[in-house]
């Protein structure tokens, strides 16, 4: 339970150690890879954090060419926050940052897909997601 009103942060900078702990707690596979996740984070086009007082309890982040298309690839929250509107604040703001852009893209799986079909996202018609990927947590 938040100690205080959550709060919202655009620094891509953060503490590796938390973002490590939050990825972790949510079983990311990147969490293993701390320097290069890091790295991810302060590369991304945008990255937007939620705080409850000096603990990172959220994280989502965006790539974009800055015009046309962006793509959402993180979205955590920690588990015990889980439910209380700080994933959908996070990508509501994300959303609001890059309205107008012709293509927003991410990849939803198991439960998640029903979270960002309430933002409005759908199945891209009879596109299939495909990628190769190092990890094994999806």
Known sequence: MPTAPIRYSQNKYLPI????????????SSA??????SNA?????SVLSAWDGPK??????????????VYYPHLLVM?????QGIGRQIMNRL????????M???????????????????????TEPMWIYDGNDH
Do not use: C
Request: net charge negative; charged share 15%; hydrophobic share 40%.
């Open 32 to 37: 293993k890879i701390p320097d290069t996740l």
């Open 95 to 102: 959303l609001s940052r890059y309205a107008g852009f012709h």
């Open 56 to 69: 990172l309890v959220g994280l989502g982040n965006a790539i974009s060419d800055g015009h046309l298309v």
């Open 104 to 126: 927003h893209m991410l990849t939803a799986d198991g439960k998640a897909t029903a979270f960002y079909q309430k933002l409005g996202f759908q199945r891209a018609g009879n």
């Open 79 to 83: 588990p015990e926050y889980q439910g």
């Open 17 to 28: 150690d938390q973002v490590q702990a939050l990825y972790a707690a949510n079983d990311w």
């Open 41 to 45: 984070l302060e590369g991304s086009h």
